[in-house]
T-cell receptor, first 113, second 112 residues
Framework: DAGITQSPRHKVTETGTPVTLRCHQT?????MYWYRQDPGHGLRLIHY???????DKGEVSDGYSVSRSKTEDFLLTLESATSSQTSVYFC????????????FGPGTRLTVT | GENVEQHPSTLSVQEGDSAVIKCTYS??????FPWYKQELGKGPQLIID?????GEKKDQRIAVTLNKTAKHFSLHITETQPEDSAVYFC???????????FGAGTRLTVKP
């Protein structure tokens, strides 16, 4: 998985609780991405980062925030989890300014009850 | 924004046969088209990609073709093997290069 780890790999949480997912890379790539994967929707971009402290919204950013204080770490936070955020979350990295050649981590399965 | 449609959603072939998966996109500014293979419980793996200045690219048993005029691109797998069984996703980067849009996926089953 191209030097990308995600933690936790599985999490069950209750509606209304805050949740933070972590992506860690050892490739020193500048660009990092958070996607969610749901049946029938493929992967959808939540947020991405183009450098330390530089982030931007993706297609489905509502209800999510991100932070990147170090090159190697990109955090995804659900401030108040809802059942609609039950999904599998993938982190990806890229060296390309154009977003080419993105490499994905192993994923985090999040269940909100 | 970019919209990517992928067909078929499921595909079953006999070992040794060819498999073709097709995608269409809407944004004429798209210039990068990757294909990913995802095995059960794992993250998507980049298997091949094509840029808009090229019409076809081949890597061993895998090839991708791009028709910019018609806004569609296809993945071709020849001499399929059981280990090719997986879910395949196409994607296009749209006008905003970092906003990659994915198709809904094709579940390919190769029967021995």
């Amino acid at each position: 998985d191209a030097g990308i780890t995600q933690s936790p790999r599985h999490k069950v949480t209750e509606t209304g609780t805050p949740v933070t997912l972590r992506c860690h890379q050892t490739e020193n790539h500048r660009y990092m991405y958070w996607y969610r994967q749901d049946p029938g929707h493929g992967l959808r971009l939540i947020h991405y980062s183009y450098g330390v402290k530089d982030t931007d919204k993706g297609e489905v950013s509502d209800g999510y925030s991100v932070s990147r204080s170090k090159t190697e770490d990109f955090l995804l936070t659900l401030e108040s989890a809802t059942s609609s955020q039950t999904s599998v979350y993938f982190c990806a990295i890229s060296e390309s300014r154009q977003g080419h050649e993105q490499y994905f981590g192993p994923g985090t399965r999040l269940t909100v009850t | 924004g970019e919209n990517v449609e992928q067909h078929p959603s499921t595909l079953s072939v006999q070992e040794g046969d060819s498999a073709v998966i097709k995608c269409t996109y809407s944004d004429s500014a798209s210039n990068y088209f990757p294909w990913y293979k995802q095995e059960l419980g794992k993250g998507p793996q980049l298997i091949i990609d094509i840029r808009s200045n090229v019409g076809e690219k081949k890597d061993q048993r895998i090839a991708v073709t791009l028709n910019k005029t018609a806004k569609h691109f296809s993945l071709h797998i020849t001499e399929t093997q059981p280990e090719d069984s997986a879910v395949y996703f196409c994607a296009a980067n749209g006008g905003n290069n970092n906003d990659m849009r994915f198709g809904a996926g094709t579940r390919l089953t190769v029967k021995p």
